[in-house]
Structure formats: C-alpha cells, structure tokens
C-alpha cells in the first residue's frame, strides 16, 4: 500500500471508532499507538510519550480549570439570576425585550465564565420559563437560549480560546480582544432579529403588561446586584488585554474573585465549593485526555507526512488562497456538527491553520474564524452540545426535534457573521490592533 494513504486511513478508523460510541480521546489515542507501533515497531511509543509532555507542561493551560471554576461558583451563587433579573427589569417593557434579556445576559455570562454549558442552562432555567409565560414565540425563546448561551464560546474569557492559542502560538490576549468584537457582532445580530420579527408581528415578542413593569426605583436598586460581578469582569479582562497579567494570572484572580462576591452576598457553602470543584475536575480532564489523544494524533498523522500532502493539495486547489479559506471554512463546520469544539482545535487546526498562514491570511484573524465556526458547532444538527444541553434543561413538552428548528435562524446568523468577518476584516481585528498596538 502507497505510504500517502496511511493518513488518510488514519481518518478513516478514527471516523469508524467515532461511529460505534468511543470517546473522541480514546479514539485518537487508539489509533496513534495502532499506526506507531505497526509502521515503527516499539520504539514509535516514545514518541507518543514526548507529544503527551509537550502538550501538558504548558503554564497557559493552567487558565482553563480557574476559568471553569470561576464559571460554577458565579452559577451556583446566583449571580446569573442577578444579572437576568437585572436586564429583565430594564427591557421588559420593550416589545422582544425578554429575548434582548436573554442575549444580553448570554453575552455577560460569556465574560464572567467562558463555558458554553453554564450559559445555555442557566438562561434555560432562568430567561425560558419568563419568556414562554409571557407568550413569546416558543421557536424564538428557544434560540435566544441557545444562540445567547453559545457567546461564551467567543466572548472572553474563552476556555476555547486559550486552547486555540496554546495550539496554535497565536496571542490569547489577541483572541480575547477580537473575541469581544466577533461577540459583540453576534449579538447584535441576534437583537436585530428580535426587533425585526417583533416589529412586524406584535405576538411574536410582546412587551410585558403595565402592570408587570418595574419601577424606575426597582430598576436602579438591581444594578447593585451586578456591580461586583461587573468589576470582575472588568479587572480580567482589562489585565489581559492591557498586558498586566496573564491569561493563568487573570484566571486565578477571576476565581479567587467569584469565591469573594459569593461570600460578601452570603451565598457561598461548601456544597458549592465543593460541586464547583468536583465539575471542574471533570471536564478538565475530559480536555486533558482529548488534548493527550489529538497531540499523540497529530504526532504520528505529521511524521507520516500528512501535514505535507494536505499542504501540497491546498497549494495546488484551484481558486487560490481564497477557496482554501472556504475549504478549510466548510471542513471545520462539518466537523462541528459531530465533535466536541475542544477535539477540533486539536485534531484539525494544527493542520489547517499554518497553511492559511503560508497563504498570507492573518493567524490571528484566522484564529478569530474558526472560533466563530466552532461556535457554530455548539448548534450545529445533529450533535450540537447545546442542543442538548436545552434539551436536558427544557419543560418537558419540549422536544428534540422543536430545538432543532429552533436553532437554524441562529446558526443561519452565525454563517451571516462569518461571512462579514471575511468581506470586513477589521470588524474583528480592530481591538486587538489596538490594544496589541500593532
């Protein structure tokens, strides 16, 4: 058999053991030692060994576990219901303003916690029940959960992002800068989309009744509710970008700040303290495990020269740079639609992304692409992870197939701002350039 087809086949078995139900880490760890051991012998194992040390003995990754930590102990202290119960009572009395709500407080619990699952639960607990009681569309209330609760993904900080960066070499504060942009276009997307629907069906998205509004002195007593939450954001975000401390510096303060605004709002218990921990160490692990498989991959699937005949098919594809951006684009949404985002960004950005840099595009801004496609993924049929995590949080009337539909307008918008990112660069890049002064 050719040499060239060992990659390939690599695929192939990865996509089988994927198809009978093994986890996408033991799938990629399984097929690393079956190709090493068979094509090199024993020896090949050493470096399997070598790529699982690289890939852990790196201080960035240390940001991950604070960061998801910092997300549970504000999600458990209740401090997303503070910030819906905050926007709830600004917006109501605008027709479609339970749904702005919802996006809005999607976009803030993105820069308070940088996990997907935290976001779409806690607005499926939180905003859904307050938008079906007061008639909004069933469709619509079900995709602002999902396409607000998915933010988390682009707005910093991103667990997502500091993969991305680790994998890549690309500037973490980069991301986050861009990160906030392509969020930020997101979400304005979406609030256009409510406004529009509301604004020409009025029972699409109806304002609250008169009498259900609150008063002006209700509305200033619920900011103090989210000033603390507010100015951890701020200082997070604000020392990463400004370059006063690192993503792990940023994320140990970040958490060691959710611990202090649980106790001065007398919410923290070591339940909490002790859940937060118990979770985070789980899906810490799954990254660990998923990042030990894909680096082991990605080892043997490179020293069998994969790298060079995928880089050599996209040099030679015809319609240049720009149909392998597309290519890559199109490659990175299918994969979405059945592996987690974390899986992605190390079994197919290492391959992808230096050969869009060899083609002149900016890494960063690439970088900025494909985090908004893994986006994507989270409420991409049939496997999206946030369709599920609706599903598991939704009434019981609620079925499957109702948020599916619910999240193509969401995903459509999601593509919409893809396609903007590419035809205007500087509608993500601008920040970054700025606070990176390049």
């Known amino acids: ?260 605004i649980g106790l001065l709002n007398r919410r923290l218990t070591w339940d909490i303290v002790w859940s937060s921990c118990y979770e985070t160490l789980s899906i810490t692990a799954m990254v660990g495990w998923t990042m030990i498989g894909a680096s082991a991959f990605g080892s043997v699937f490179s020293g069998l020269g994969g790298n060079s005949i995928i880089a050599d098919m996209a040099m030679s594809m015809p319609g240049g740079a720009t149909m392998v951006f597309f290519v890559s684009a199109a490659f990175i949404f299918f994969l979405g639609m059945f592996l987690e985002p974390g899986a992605i960004i190390f079994l197919a950005v290492p391959i992808l992304a230096p050969i869009l840099s060899q083609l002149g595009y900016d890494p960063l801004w690439v970088g900025l692409v494909f985090n908004v496609l893994l986006q994507c993924g989270y409420l991409s049929p049939p496997f999206g992870f946030s369709l599920f995590y609706l599903k598991g949080c939704a009434p019981k009337d609620v079925d499957i197939m109702e948020i599916y539909r619910a999240a193509l307008p969401f995903l459509a918008l999601q593509v919409v701002s893809v396609v903007l990112i590419f035809l205007f660069p500087n509608l993500v890049l601008w920040l970054p350039r700025l606070a990176m002064g390049r």
């Open 1 to 260: 058999m050719s040499s060239d087809l060992y990659p390939l086949l690599m695929f192939v078995l990865l996509f089988v053991l994927l198809a009978v139900g093994v986890p996408i880490a033991f799938s990629l760890a399984a097929v690393s030692i079956v190709f090493a051991y068979f094509l090199w012998g024993w020896g090949a194992l050493n470096l399997l060994v070598s790529a699982t040390w690289g890939s852990m003995n790196n201080f960035v990754i240390v940001a991950v576990p604070l960061f998801i930590y910092m997300a549970y102990i504000l999600q458990k202290t209740n401090v997303v219901a503070d910030l819906y119960d905050t926007i709830f009572k600004w917006s109501g009395g605008l027709r479609g303003g339970l749904a702005i709500a919802t996006v809005i407080v999607g976009a803030i619990l993105g820069a308070v916690s940088g996990v997907v699952a935290a976001g779409v639960i806690g607005l499926g607990l939180i905003g859904l029940p307050q938008m079906l009681k007061h008639g909004y569309n069933k469709k619509l209330a079900l995709g602002c959960v999902l396409g607000g609760g998915t933010l988390g993904q682009l707005i910093p900080p991103s667990t997502n992002m500091v993969l991305y960066g680790c994998v890549t070499g690309v500037s973490i504060g980069g991301l986050f800068a861009g990160g906030l942009c392509a969020g930020g276009l997101l979400a304005v997307l979406y609030i256009g989309y409510v406004l529009i629907g509301a604004l020409f069906n009025k029972d699409f998205a109806p304002a609250l009744p008169l009498e259900e509004r609150a008063s002006w002195g209700e509305k200033f007593r619920s900011l103090r509710g989210v000033a603390l939450p507010a100015l951890l954001i701020a200082i997070v975000l604000g020392s990463i970008l400004n370059g006063v401390a690192t993503p792990t510096e940023a994320a140990a303060f970040g958490a060691a700040g959710a611990i202090l």
